[in-house]
């Protein structure tokens, strides 16, 4: 079992859809991170959390620490959000080794 | 500002070659960490350089290793070349604890 899991791998939706994506994981953290990834490879990291909630512009994450799970959400999605999103774990503070799930590529239809 | 950047962007090797990849961080950045992205795949972690310090290392084998100039810049240095190899390698930097910043990638083939 992977440390940290993603679901769905795989996403289509319309263009104006609400989106969310879930990452659960296994181990003791001290920050989540949810990155994008464009083809061609660049990482864009979108936020980082250890506790409640953030936004920044149509996208949302949250996190739940007792249950070890977070989502990002996506509200009126556009066919630019298009990508694979990564979330990754840091494990210790001061130590930033990430753990990374494995990606949820999304694809929004105009 | 500019941000991570790494070089170069795309790299051939063959079996048994060695390869150094760079990367020069954010400046006033003084953490940099290496990433390994084989396709399909999440990126793994190799290593990670907080004041030219070795602050961790992934689960690669010993022909990988790395180093932080007083710079703050970093070199991924790979020996004996296998053709697993072949990956996108990303270098991330920070200022300390927060969010890491990465680079464009090198996409290094191995044939």
């Known amino acids: 079992k992977n440390e940290v899991e993603q679901s769905p791998q795989n996403l289509t939706a319309q263009e104006g859809e609400f989106i969310t994506i879930n990452c659960s994981y296994s181990v003791g953290i001290s920050a989540l991170h949810w990155l994008q990834q464009h083809p061609g490879g660049g990482i864009v990291s979108l936020f980082m959390l250890s506790s409640g909630k953030k936004k920044h512009g149509r996208l949302i994450a949250t996190i739940n620490i007792q249950e070890k799970h977070s989502s990002l959400h996506i509200t009126a999605s556009h066919p630019r959000d298009s990508a694979v999103y990564i979330c990754a774990v840091g494990a210790n503070f001061g130590n930033e080794k990430l753990t990374f799930g494995t990606g949820t590529r999304l694809t929004i239809i105009p | ?111």
């Open chain 2, 1 to 111: 500002d500019a941000g991570v950047t790494q070089s170069p962007t795309h790299l051939i090797k063959t079996r048994g070659q060695h390869v150094t990849l760079r990367c020069s961080p954010i400046s006033g950045h003084k953490s940099v960490s290496w990433y390994q992205q084989v396709l399909g795949q999440g990126p793994q972690f190799i290593f990670q350089y907080y004041e030219k310090e070795e602050r961790g290392r992934g689960n690669f084998p010993d022909r990988f290793s790395a180093r932080q100039f007083p710079n703050y810049s970093s070199e991924l240095n790979v020996n004996a070349l296998l053709l697993g190899d072949s990956a996108l390698y990303l270098c991330a930097s920070s200022w300390g604890l927060g969010i890491q910043y990465f680079g464009p990638g090198t996409r290094l083939l191995v044939l």
